[in-house]
């Protein structure tokens, strides 16, 4: 099916349809990304998911790439402030909403990575996102350390921090992010400095 032809007022029901997508996608997971919840949260008529998205695949493409974007953007926003680089990797790795919205925050970005793995329609727009996500990592990295991560070294931090994350959610541990604080600054105290 060829795409509609846009207006003004068909981008901004486009435009409603991804944000609310997004949100969904970010509160709970792929899951809560249907044609009819889209629709009511955006406040538009059930049909227009299916007019401005040819699949559900489509919609859920698009409400990826608009949370990857608004978190890098967020993150962006902070390195731009001078905020704390260590506090922008760990809202990088397990998302800004872990700031405030703690165990849930960090289970559902979880459930997000692990559940895109069986949606392999997601992988180009993943590999994408990776490319700029790596480049952010790395900025904030440098302003922790002073100097620029060595071969290997940011992959290696996210690692760590994924899996003392990971191993926090298993034994429900109630702030998994505070978990991951402390073993990032850590391997950030263990690595050289200039």
Do not use: N, W
């Amino acid at each position: 099916m060829a795409a509609p032809k846009q207006t003004e007022k068909g981008e901004r029901r486009r435009a409603l349809l991804v944000a609310a997508a997004a949100e969904l996608l970010a509160e709970s997971g792929f899951d809560a990304i249907r044609h009819r919840a889209v629709a009511e949260r955006a406040g538009v008529p059930l049909a227009a998911t299916t007019y401005y998205f040819s699949s559900l695949e489509d919609l859920v493409s698009a409400a990826l790439d608009r949370l990857a974007r608004t978190e890098l953007a967020d993150a962006h926003d902070c390195l731009a402030r001078r905020d704390d680089p260590a506090e922008i990797v760990l809202d990088l790795l397990l998302g800004p909403r872990s700031r405030t919205d703690g165990l849930d925050a960090v289970l559902c970005r979880f459930e997000r990575l692990i559940g895109s793995g069986r949606r392999p329609f997601l992988a180009g727009l993943l590999r994408a996102q990776r490319v700029e996500f790596d480049a952010l990592l790395d900025e904030a990295l440098t302003r922790a350390t002073g100097r620029r991560p060595g071969p290997g070294e940011v992959r290696r931090l996210t690692a760590l921090v994924d899996g003392v994350v990971l191993t926090a959610l298993i034994e429900a541990d109630p702030d998994p992010r505070a978990v991951g604080r402390v073993a990032l600054r850590e391997a950030l105290d263990a690595l050289p400095r200039t």
